[in-house]
């Protein structure tokens, strides 16, 4: 920056000659007693304020048109299905439909392509008003048992779901107990669309958090099924999708990975989307969408960081000129801030 | 007295065990009934009462209870007390933060504290310890045996040496001096450094060999102890004869012996029990008014904090509900906390939980930051400052509390003592005027400063080779010296100036007769110094007898000639403040009668005898001349008298002088009738040395707004001409003088009655005070009025103090721009900065260097002493003691305005930093369904405040400046910003938590809005920990890159503990989410740094928070700069001048020596060890008290007696 002046800056400087201090240190620390260490004094003159917004606006434009443009390059389809799945009869009752085992939950979403979509293809579900950071929902679940697995037993932290016939639920807690279950198969006109759910979990949650030898062998026998069952002879490393959901979401309304069509779709393509409406958001308002995305490296669509930088960077540009303006219109000389000077205390003293 | 003496010994032995400790420290109880009886020289019959041992100990804690008792005066801190409870909600369920969050905190505050007291501590027992082991002479069967102090008991006989201090109070039985006086100096009790006179009981004289006192066997019967210095009754039962004793056989703890080989004495009270131990007592730590203003902050800090629980409490109650069924809110066994079915009591529970998440917004380390930031300054800075060293006494500036630096950044009103601390209470002999001929070429200060102002140029100190400078003369006039004057024009009005300088005093030689080294003790130093005069104007007084004053004289009869002549001394009319004269009648050796006479000139002027009157009015021409050079003025006159006249006189003079009835005015009287047709000599300008730089400082000082009074025992024209000679007074300034010495007040006196006194007294000052407040409103209410000055004396002051006029008195004294009270006593010194202090809350300054200044340096905010030449009692019991008043300019301008600064932005940052954590809690806890689900994690939060922001913040409170220290002494308005207290304003704190609420939104909703999509290619998505680590890392970055903003300067160390803060916050996530746990935040911190999202944001969150305060700031310093900016941007682009502000300010340059002398001065001093006495923090108000309204001194000795007994041993066969 160009307001930054170095005074003082060799210790030398500082120091004048008569006084000889023999050794550096206790020249520093003379320096320090006598409060003269060197140092930058940054003024925020008219001129360097003007010239550190103008620097400003230089660096984010680019890098917000940048941003921006790695997000608009991202297409994205999303579809609400939660009301639509609802068969009519239902409509007044969507609680008591998706509490109801008897009834099938198919249900058929059209998707037509807008942009051409290349590989690979995300594929995501997204809940609303479900509240995964809730204090009681992000502490129920049992971080060592879901490693180490039957070696630790203390599911304390996991009740209500903590035991089932005297032995610990294996995952514990609410968190595994209400694992989405919706699931949804994709086609291509009539041809099928593969979706790869292999590698949609943080590899360090795989590897780390979930043990390889853990299974699942008495998960949802409770009296209240919650959400998805396991398959009990599947390590939990590699339950992939317990392994997504457990990773608690930040807020009320998430996304989650479900999987990845590895095939580029093209303008104007429908895709068919079988779905499993299992899970029930109904009793509580909550919605359910799912997302189909690309991807850049500044990962899906999100025009705000973008936009933020835009925004930093023109209104900076905005006020440097403004000042400019001022500062040309009505320069400050040293003359005037003298005047200043001595018009201050005056007033100050009445 | 004696009648109740002599009551019984069986009820004495009774109440003597009394417990003695009935009297409280520091205040004056009446005497305790009972009294003790002591054995002398008998140690078994002593040990039936149990007295107190000689051992002090002054500390506040033992091993043992270090522990509790240290950590209970922690927890009386409100902050401490907050956090340990805290830290227990945070250990029960309803926490959401696991207990580290807040016990590792706490644990460290407390830790640094304890150790600090820890520390303390052990140097006050050191110091015991030091003192308990000084060794004293103790009378063991027929030897002197050396035992340590602590040892001593009551009874023992001990030997006290030549300038040893006494270990206890003692009974004085006998020393070497041949009529049993020996001579004390108390300047550890009451700073007076003159001599006092203890005389034995005539009896015990001879008990001075050990063989003869291992005879003594009395036995004292006295009173219990109690803190009064200056009473003490008892009775010396010796050979069943009882002997009254009085405090003239009193030897206190901490006084020391002088001009005495030695002097032995019976120990009677010992330890804690000694006067002036009981007098000691903890000087209640004085806390600064930000620190006050500080604890109104933090209270709105907990009304936050509790408006905010509030509002996430009814959340959660509202929230509850069975329909979220994925919180499995169901069940036998659901927690309280959880349970839908009664809201009000989630509600309640969910209050407690809130509460321990959002605890930081209360700063834990702000009181222990602020603490060892003022610490460092006091130890490190005020100590050590160059500026404030004085080289010639090698006194460097010492802060004895570090509670007050910032104090000092505010100081409105300063209150002054005058004699020692603007003066150097040095009298010179400067000038004369003689039968109308003026002599002395130097200029005084005033002068010099009145030409430098009218533009003329003023040589400097222009020496002609005849000039003399010694102490108390400082004189140059080649026409007076040597002898020179035979050639005056009028030589023999010279020869009798000369005489009458040199006969007429009560001064004392001292030392041997030669004029090089005779020492003079005189009872001001204004006599000494004429004296000194008369000595250097060849008229050597060199011997006193009670009768005769002897002379050396030389050059009378011609040049080089050397004569001793003898003076009879007829009578001694003594000076007091009524006549205001003194006169000697004396008989020359060839007979001539002579009145000598020497006064102010009011009096003399009216008893001169007619004629000469051209001589009269260039005299009092000089007179003013010599007074508005600030000189203290004496005119010299004689009479010669007729041996009838004055035989005659005589005979009224003795029946006077034995008369028992009203002796003192009877001697007026007669003396008026001799002091009468008196010739003018002339006149003498005796220069009351100001201290160097006093006057400069005073207007440097004013310019920074700050009023300062003059608090003196002066007289009232001395002090007024005092204050003319400092500049706080001139001549068009409106003066307002309120004085005791009007003709009706002294009618009214001089009938006696003293109710009517009072009622007169007290009519006739609020009249005076009335007639002053009307027309000072006059002249404020007129735009152009003259500037006021109040000048009021302790008489006045006594009645104006009154309830019923302090209001009066108040409003008229802040309308002043200068006030000065004289003949002021100690108690009303600190009345009336209680007044302004209490009154017009203002912060208030004392500054004063003796014991009497005490009570006024502990009544203000901030109490300063001058260290050096007088006791060091006014220092004990300062905060901050200098070697000079001009010193005062460094302190203030300079140590206390940097320091008011930097706690200022020291405190506001922590406020800040601490409110924008804590916010961003509270949005998420809107996000959270008002769970108190923490966003951060446990390690994150307890290490924000203790690692992650500490310690630039403390960089901040140590190296900030906004202007060099000579600009601040340049700019004297700058401080004028400290007494508005412009940095810790209302108005600053709620901006800064406007910009913190800002921040705190940006950052928040910046980071949780850019996570809510995939943000790398692999199209994985961020949990709650990745969100919160992210956001805590912009957090961290942005409030550390704020401080920045704040700073004026920016050293290596900002820097170095800037960058270091936020390397240490990555190098902690890295290892911290690197460690193998299957935790939440496991590996978090690494997946954030595989997006590229992680370097987007990282740069635009902190720029966008940033951006409004650095908006802010150059708008505000473009067009609303401070004062400060302003002078920062006129010497933008000058080099940092500070070693050469030092160069201008010191009298000389330091050179290597001064630089080792210095060196010197800074290492550990030992105060204490020499004292004799443990006066670690003293407070002798009780003394004071106990003199409530006494103004003069005990009469130091007298001056004829002494000379008697002087002389005696060389002159035996005086006639």
Known sequence: MDMVRMDGGSASAAVPEDQCVPTRRSNAIQQFTQQSLPSCK?????????????????????????????????????????????????KSNKVAYIKDSSIPKNCTLHLKVPKPMKSPIYVYYQLDNYYQNHRRYVKSKSDKQLIYGLKYNDTSLCKPEDSNKGLPIVPCGLIAWSLFNDTYSFSRGTVGLKVNRKNIAWKSDRDHKFGRHVYPFNFQNGTLIGGGKLDPNIPLSDQEDLVVWMRTAALPSFRKLYGRIEEDLDVEDVVTVKVLNNYNTYSFGGKKRLVLSTSSWLGGKNDFLGVAYLFVGSSSIFISLVFLLLHVKNPRTEEKESQGKNRRPCAARN | MNGRARTSRSSSDMTSRLPSRTVTLGRVQPQSPGHRTIFCNDRDANLLVKFRANSISTTKYHVLTFL???????????????????????????????????????????????????????KRFQNDMAINNNSVEVLLGQRWERVPWKSLQVGDIVRVKQDGFFPADLLFLAGTNSDGVCYVETANLDGETNLKIRKA????WDYVTPEKASEFKGEVQCEQPNNSLYTFTGNLIIDKQTLPLSPNQLLLRGCSLRNTEYIVGAVIFTGHETKVMMNSMNVPSKRSTLEKKLDKLILILFCVLFSMCFIGAIGSGVFINRKYYYLGLRGPDLTPDMNPGNRFVVALLNMFTLITLYSPIIPISLYVSVEMIKFIQSTQYINNDLCMYHVETNTPALARTSNLNEELGQVEYIFSDKTGTLTRNLMEFFKCSIGGEIYGTGLTEIETGGAQKNGMKVDGVRKSSTAVHEKGFNFDDARLMQGAWRNEPNPDMCKEFFRCLAICHTVLPEGEESSERIRYQAASPDEAALVTAAKNFGFFF?????????????????????????????????????????????????????????????????????????????????????????????????????????????????????????????????????????????????????QEGVPSCIETLSRAGIKIWVLTGDKMETAINIAYACKLIDNNMKQFIISSETDDIREVESRGDQVEIARYMRDSVKNQLKKCHEEAQTYLSSSFGPKLALVIDGKCLMYALDPSLRFMLLNLSLNCSSVVCCRVSPLQKAQVTSLVRKGAGKITLSIGDGANDVSMIQAAHVGVGISGLEGMQAVMASDFAIAQFRFLKDLLLVHGRWSYLRICKVVTYFFYKNLTFTLTQFWYTFHTGFSGQRFYDDWFQSLYNVIFTALPVIMVGLFDKDVSASLSKKYPELYKEGIRNTFFKWRVVVTLALFSLYQSLVVYHFVVTSTSNSVDSSGKMFGLWDVSTMAFNCIVVTVNLRLLMMCNTITRWHQISVGGSILAWFLFALVYSGIYTPKGIYFVFYVLLSTAYFYVALLVVPVVALLGDFLFLGVQRWFFPYDYQIVQEIHRHEPETSTVGLLEMGS???????????????????????????????????????????????????????????????????D
Not at chain 1, 83 to 89: K, L, S, V
Not at chain 2, 201 to 204: D, H, N, P, S
Not at chain 2, 552 to 581: A, C, W
Not at chain 2, 1170 to 1188: K, N, V, W
């Open chain 2, 1148 to 1214: 000389s340059l330091l050179t290597p020596e001064d630089a080792r002398s210095f060196a010197i001065a800074r290492l550990p001093r030992e105060q204490s060890k020499h004292t004799g006495a443990a006066f670690d923090s003293p407070a002798y108000e009780s003394f004071f008290a106990s003199q409530a309204g006494v103004v003069t001194n005990q009469k130091p000795y007298d001056v004829v007696r002494r000379a008697s007994m002087k002389s005696r041993p060389k002159n035996p066969h005086k």
């Open chain 1, 42 to 90: 940054p003024v925020l003159s008219p001129a360097s304020v003007i010239t550190t917004f103008f620097l400003m606006g230089v660096i984010c434009i680019p890098v917000g048109f940048v941003s921006l443009h790695a997000s608009q390059s991202v297409v994205e389809i999303v579809d609400r299905y939660d009301t639509y799945c609802i068969p009519d009869p239902f």
């Open chain 2, 542 to 690: 060199y011997r006193r007898t009670p009768t005769l004053v002897y002379v050396r004289e030389s050059h009378t009869e011609k040049m080089g000639k050397v004569q001793d002549v003898p003076y009879e001394i007829l009578n001694v009319l003594e000076f007091n403040s009524t006549r205001k004269r003194q006169s000697v009648v004396c008989r020359y050796p060839d007979g001539r009668l002579v009145l000598y006479c020497k006064g102010a000139d009011s009096v003399i002027y009216e008893r001169l005898v007619d004629g000469n009157n051209d001589i009269k009015k260039i005299t009092r021409e000089h007179l003013e001349q010599f007074g508005a050079a600030g000189l203290r003025t004496l005119c010299l006159a004689y009479r010669d008298l007729s041996s009838n006249a004055y035989e005659s006189w005589n005979e009224k003079f003795i029946q006077a002088k034995s008369s028992l009835r009203d002796r003192e005015q009877k001697l007026d009287e007669v003396a008026e009738l001799i002091e009468k047709d008196l010739v003018l000599i002339g006149c003498t300008a005796i220069e009351d040395k100001l």
């Open chain 2, 68 to 122: 509790p008792k240290g950590l209970f005066e922690q927890f009386r801190r409100v902050a401490n007390l907050y956090f340990l409870m805290i830290s227990i909600l945070s250990s029960t369920p309803v926490s959401p933060v696991s207990p580290i969050t807040n016990v590792l905190p706490l644990s460290i505050v407390l830790f640094v504290s304890l150790v600090k007291e820890a520390w303390e501590d052990w």
């Open chain 2, 201 to 204: 009981l005539e009896k015990t």
